[in-house]
């Protein structure tokens, strides 16, 4: 745990940092500031694999993922 992966919601594209993944679902942390989304940095979000848009190079089992209109991301219901 503790790779990054990119995402994208409404067009905006950020970072999140992997604290688990059960099979296709990934839960991780928002890592960068966000200007067109209201979550904070660190919130909790659970999605499915094929919501990655971009791994850091460490990550070597993810595609990218360009039909973005298909996602579906929710946020996790994880405490911190």
């Known amino acids: 745990m503790g790779n990054a992966v990119k995402i994208c919601v409404a067009g905006e594209r950020f970072w999140c940092i992997i604290t688990e993944v059960k099979g296709c679902v990934i839960t991780g942390r928002v ?21 990655v ?7 070597e089992t ?17 405490s911190s």
């Open 31 to 51: 890592a960068n500031q966000l200007v067109q989304v209201p979550w904070p940095l660190g919130m909790h979000l659970r999605f499915n694999c094929s919501c």
């Open 53 to 59: 848009y971009e791994a850091d190079k460490s990550v």
């Open 62 to 78: 993810f595609e990218p993922y360009e039909h973005v209109e298909n996602m579906r991301l929710v946020p996790a219901n994880v």
